[in-house]
């Protein structure tokens, strides 16, 4: 038998460690080649390490959550019929979701003897209570006073107290999310702002020309239509399609609109890139976005695509609110948040009409962008959305 370490392998784009996010062994297994030994997560993805060659587990270096440097030592294998212990860095596989985190185990295994002192144990029989049937909030399940009273009290008012706690440790993509999150927040000082837009017209031409290439091309969402706009509107102020390093205090300006599309996954948000926006038509748009979409739900994205933006979007959808703040994807300096569409009614001139209306609410760099740069751009965001032709005119 002879040792052999697997190292955590070298992920690219110059990252230096990666959080472990999941074992998917555990020691004294036996392993055959490319069985996924782990997964690690980075600023971009999810990546499997498998195991490249049989053997069984001996050892596993790091709790899940842990950050781990690239080419430390991730596991040890014992090898039958090899002499020599040798370090290898293994590929790693492609992406996959980050797996939600574990539901803790619950405390009292169902059949077994609930957990309870002896005073707790005479009260309850006092009282008529069948133990079995109270939940404890003690350590390990344990049953105490407490919890003889929440239930008593519940048997009452029909209603029960619940005391419990349950402590997740945040790992994986939502700790990425909240250190971005951070990173913006504390970083950037945001000037937001919210504007209405009347989507009649809009929303009768994209209901038209689904309706006339149903099932030849794809579907067209409102993004698309945002991403013309955005594409129009940076033409004329080059600084909103930036990334500022503020370290160096260096703007770099665009020239390529790389538009991030915030989208809400499972294991939380990312931020996919549509690339070169500027060179694709309406109908590349909308199956590029939706490509991405599906990739990034479903784990299949690749890193490159998770990184690069110029300038993001932030929808919430049908859920959204009549206005939100949306936080800046550093190191940008623009962001266009879309909100929930609704009928209102607005004013003529003579009469109130009903009209489909959608809040956009935009946040900057306060830094780069003056308050009244910032209005004209999402002015003339209204403007292209209130009359699509415009987006479509050649300039």
Request: no cysteine; glycine share 8%; aromatic share 4%.
């Given at each position: 038998m002879a040792r052999f370490e697997i190292k955590l392998p070298d992920i690219g784009e110059g990252i230096a460690e990666a959080e472990l996010s999941e074992w998917n062994v555990k020691v004294g297994q036996v392993v055959a080649?490319?069985?996924?030994?782990?997964?690690?997560?980075?600023?971009?993805?999810?990546?499997?390490?498998?195991?490249?060659?049989?053997?069984?587990?001996?050892?596993?270096?790091?709790?899940?959550?842990?950050?781990?440097?690239?080419g430390s030592t991730l596991a040890v294998l014992d090898i039958k019929g090899e002499e020599v212990a040798e370090e290898k860095t293994v590929a790693p596989a492609p992406a996959k979701p980050t797996p939600k985190p574990p539901k803790p185990a619950t405390a009292q295994v169902h059949g077994a003897k609930p957990l309870a002192s002896p005073a707790v144990r005479k009260r309850a029989r006092e009282e008529g209570l069948t133990l079995s049937d109270i939940r404890g909030s003690g350590p390990a399940g344990r049953i105490q006073h407490e919890d003889l009273d929440a239930h008593l009290s519940g048997a009452r008012t029909g209603r029960q107290r619940l005391t419990q706690t349950e402590e997740i440790k945040i790992t994986g993509l939502r700790r990425k999310i909240a250190e971005k999150m951070v990173t913006s927040a504390s970083r950037i000082p945001h000037i937001?702002?919210?504007?209405?837009?009347?989507?009649?017209?809009?929303?009768?031409?994209?209901?038209?020309?689904?309706?006339?290439?149903?099932?030849?091309?794809?579907?067209?969402?409102?993004?698309?239509?945002?991403?013309?706009?955005?594409?129009?509107?940076?033409?004329?102020q080059p600084d909103f399609n930036a990334r500022y390093d503020d370290e160096?205090?260096?703007?770099?300006?665009?020239?390529?609109?790389?538009?991030?599309?915030?989208?809400?996954?499972?294991?939380?948000?990312?931020?996919p890139v549509l690339r070169h926006a500027e060179a694709a038509t309406l109908w590349n748009t909308a199956d590029e976005i939706t490509r991405l979409s599906d990739a990034s739900r479903d784990g299949t994205i690749a890193r490159e695509e998770l990184g690069g933006s110029t300038i993001t979007i932030t929808s919430l959808g049908p859920l959204g609110a009549i206005a939100t703040t949306p936080i800046i994807n550093h190191p940008e300096v623009a962001i266009l948040g879309v909100n929930k569409m609704q009928v209102r009614p607005v004013w003529d001139g003579t009469t109130f009409q009903p009209k489909r209306m959608m809040n956009l609410s935009a946040s900057f760099d306060h830094r780069i962008i003056d308050g009244y740069d910032a209005a004209i751009f999402v002015q003339k965001i209204k403007q292209l959305l209130e009359t699509p032709a415009l987006m479509f005119v050649e300039q």
């Amino acid at each position: 038998m002879a040792r052999f370490e697997i190292k955590l392998p070298d992920i690219g784009e110059g990252i230096a460690e990666a959080e472990l996010s999941e074992w998917n062994v555990k020691v004294g297994q036996v392993v055959a080649e490319d069985d996924i030994l782990a997964a690690v997560m980075t600023d971009k993805a999810t990546v499997e390490v498998p195991t490249p060659k049989p053997g069984t587990i001996v050892e596993l270096n790091g709790d899940v959550g842990a950050m781990l440097a690239i080419g430390s030592t991730l596991a040890v294998l014992d090898i039958k019929g090899e002499e020599v212990a040798e370090e290898k860095t293994v590929a790693p596989a492609p992406a996959k979701p980050t797996p939600k985190p574990p539901k803790p185990a619950t405390a009292q295994v169902h059949g077994a003897k609930p957990l309870a002192s002896p005073a707790v144990r005479k009260r309850a029989r006092e009282e008529g209570l069948t133990l079995s049937d109270i939940r404890g909030s003690g350590p390990a399940g344990r049953i105490q006073h407490e919890d003889l009273d929440a239930h008593l009290s519940g048997a009452r008012t029909g209603r029960q107290r619940l005391t419990q706690t349950e402590e997740i440790k945040i790992t994986g993509l939502r700790r990425k999310i909240a250190e971005k999150m951070v990173t913006s927040a504390s970083r950037i000082p945001h000037i937001t702002i919210v504007e209405a837009v009347e989507m009649e017209v809009l929303e009768t031409l994209r209901a038209t020309l689904n309706a006339e290439h149903a099932g030849t091309r794809p579907k067209l969402t409102l993004l698309p239509f945002l991403a013309r706009a955005l594409v129009e509107a940076v033409r004329a102020q080059p600084d909103f399609n930036a990334r500022y390093d503020d370290e160096a205090g260096v703007l770099t300006r665009h020239a390529g609109v790389h538009i991030g599309i915030a989208t809400q996954t499972g294991a939380g948000l990312t931020v996919p890139v549509l690339r070169h926006a500027e060179a694709a038509t309406l109908w590349n748009t909308a199956d590029e976005i939706t490509r991405l979409s599906d990739a990034s739900r479903d784990g299949t994205i690749a890193r490159e695509e998770l990184g690069g933006s110029t300038i993001t979007i932030t929808s919430l959808g049908p859920l959204g609110a009549i206005a939100t703040t949306p936080i800046i994807n550093h190191p940008e300096v623009a962001i266009l948040g879309v909100n929930k569409m609704q009928v209102r009614p607005v004013w003529d001139g003579t009469t109130f009409q009903p009209k489909r209306m959608m809040n956009l609410s935009a946040s900057f760099d306060h830094r780069i962008i003056d308050g009244y740069d910032a209005a004209i751009f999402v002015q003339k965001i209204k403007q292209l959305l209130e009359t699509p032709a415009l987006m479509f005119v050649e300039q």
